[in-house]
């Protein structure tokens, strides 16, 4: 991604708050702006959702888990 001198929005997507969007500000900047602000929604959605598989995975491996133990300590008691 090209970088605008002193924009650094371009850098780290919590410093866009930073940026002064005032009336005087140029076509140009604004519109890189929300190009940046959206590529920036699209990339945390994607992380979103590789966390929400990540979730189901461990769910889903915890399920199991909690099974076999289950199934261990009632072989247990019946030794």
Do not use: H, W
Request: hydrophobic share 35%; aromatic share 2%; charged share 40%.
């Amino acid at each position: 991604m090209q970088q605008t001198p002193g924009f650094l929005a371009d850098r780290d997507p919590r410093s866009v708050g930073l940026y002064d969007i005032r009336v005087d500000g140029s076509v140009r900047q604004l519109e890189r702006l929300l190009k940046i602000l959206a590529d920036n929604r699209a990339n945390l959605e994607r992380q979103l959702e590789d966390i929400r598989v990540m979730q189901r995975e461990l769910d889903q491996v915890e399920e199991r888990c909690e099974g076999t133990l289950e199934e261990l300590k009632a072989a247990e008691k019946r030794s």
